[in-house]
Every structure is written in C-alpha cells, then in structure tokens.
C-alpha cells in the first residue's frame, strides 16, 4: 500500500524560504509520477507542480514559476519543494499526490492522482 508523508511546513515571514518533502513507500517510487497540490481556506485546490518519474519533465503552476523548484530523489524516495520569495498568498495546505501513471497533459488536475498524504501546513506572514 503506497503511503505519503509530507513534512517541512511551518510559518515564515514575507520573502523567506522553506523546504518541504515527502516520503514515498510502499510501492516503486521510480515508477510514480508525483505532483504538489495546495488548498487555502476557501479556495479550491490547486496545481503547484508535477515531476515525470525521472524528474526530466517538469511543470509549475504560474503563481509559483521562478520561486519554487520540484525535485527528486529516486534513491531515497523523496519528492521535494524548495519555496523562496514566499508570499501570504502561499499560505495554504500543501499536499503530495502520487500515481503510477507517467507524466500527462492531465496532471494538473488532482483527480489524476490515485495516492495523497495528509498535508503539511504553511503560513506566511506579511
């Protein structure tokens, strides 16, 4: 049973950075498609970014382009998202989404993604 676990969020101040990650098991990590999703209180979620299982395709949402990068790890099997130039407008549950499915036109929507974890908060500061 494939599991996801994110870690990292925390509050932060207008400008600052923060990493966040999520550990993958219980299935083929090099294998998955993963992607970070956010929700606002309020607001629908949305897309923040996608890696292909190579971590050679990779896609951002327009709000967080330029700012925030995806990675990976296949041999830990850890996908991160290292956030800097934070805004309050970031301040949203952050959630790591999964599925064996290779890179789409249609990982931008959270449906798409079998597996979520259970999300991490972050909360910036004016």
């Known amino acids: 049973q494939v599991q996801l676990v994110e870690s990292g969020g925390g509050l932060v101040q207008s400008g600052g950075s923060l990493r966040l990650s999520c550990a993958f098991s219980g299935g083929t990590f090099s294998s998955t498609t993963m992607g970070w999703f956010r929700q606002a209180p309020g607001k629908e979620r949305e897309f923040v970014a996608a890696?292909?299982?190579?971590?050679?395709?990779?896609d951002y949402a327009d709000s967080v382009k330029g700012r925030f990068t995806i990675s990976r790890d296949n041999h830990k099997n850890t996908v991160y998202l290292q956030m800097t130039s934070l805004k309050p407008e970031d301040t949203a549950v952050y959630y790591c989404a999964a599925d064996p499915k290779r890179d789409s036109p249609d990982w931008y929507t959270s449906r798409w993604y079998y597996y979520w974890g259970q999300g991490t908060q972050v909360t910036v500061s004016s």
């Open positions: 890696t292909s299982r190579t971590g050679i395709n990779i």
